[in-house]
């Protein structure tokens, strides 16, 4: 069955760090890839989608996502977080095949301010 | 982005009763709902999926008697809760797509299920 891990599950960095989440899924045909954000008390929002084309997103407020086929890998990533990036970042995959939206425990960023 | 609405956002109910949730595509037309159950602390775990006009088709270890899926438009989908008990009691979510796979699905805010 197709399954997406995310490394951590817990993150906390100071403001002005430099963010990195893992993602990783096992499923060997083509999929699409998202990163969606819920921040504290809101609904899921889409950060940044990966379908074709340039492996190297960009999303909103900075965020950026890399796709590495051969990794099998999705990470997304941010130079220079802050405070209100505070938040639980799920990564999710849409296979192709089966048409579902797989997402992954989720990681729950801190910023400290 | 597109809007997809969910009521109600929170329901208590007594355990042993049905409990109705909708999910609705505000400006287009959804060809496809994703019906999703958050825990605590937890990721979101896939429910089913319905097309259309058609069976949703369900995870393995999700019961179809005991989750009723319909998607009877392309603008709503609902989702009973048959016979709730208290450990039916999450946060169930929606999502909406508009065209064939591999499109951005949109969410709903969520609905949280207190069974008492």
């Known amino acids: 069955a197709q399954s997406v891990s995310q490394h951590n599950h817990h993150v906390i960095l100071s403001e002005a760090a430099s963010l990195e989440l893992g993602c990783n899924y096992s499923?060997?045909?083509?999929?699409?890839l998202f990163w969606y954000v819920q921040y504290p008390g809101q609904h899921l929002q889409l950060l940044l989608k990966?379908?074709?084309?340039?492996?190297l997103v960009k999303g909103i407020k900075g965020f950026e996502a890399e796709f590495i086929k051969s990794k099998f890998s999705f990470n997304l990533r941010k130079p220079s977080v802050q405070w209100s990036d505070t938040a639980e970042y799920f990564c999710?995959?849409?296979?192709?095949?089966?048409?579902?939206?797989?997402f992954g425990k989720g990681t729950r960023l801190h910023i400290l301010p | 982005g597109a809007v997809v609405s969910q009521h109600p956002s929170w329901v208590i109910c007594k355990s042993g009763t049905s409990v109705k949730i909708e999910c609705r595509s505000l400006?287009?037309?959804?060809?496809?709902m994703f019906w999703y159950r958050q825990f605590p602390k937890q990721s979101l775990m896939l429910m089913a999926t319905?097309?259309?006009?058609?069976?949703?088709?369900?995870e393995q270890g999700v019961e179809k008697d005991k989750f009723l899926i319909n998607h009877a438009s392309l603008t709503l989908s609902t989702l009973t809760v048959t016979s709730a008990h208290p450990e039916d009691s999450s946060f169930y979510i929606c999502?909406?797509?508009?065209?064939?796979?591999?499109?951005?699905?949109?969410f709903g805010q969520g609905t949280r299920l207190t069974v008492v």
């Open positions: 319905s097309n259309e006009g058609s069976k949703a088709t369900y």
């Open positions: 990966y379908f074709s084309g340039d492996p």
């Open positions: 999502s909406a797509r508009e065209d064939a796979e591999g499109t951005e699905a949109f």
């Open positions: 999710a995959v849409n296979t192709w095949r089966d048409d579902k939206i797989i």
């Open positions: 499923y060997g045909g083509t999929v699409n």
């Open positions: 400006d287009f037309q959804a060809t496809t």
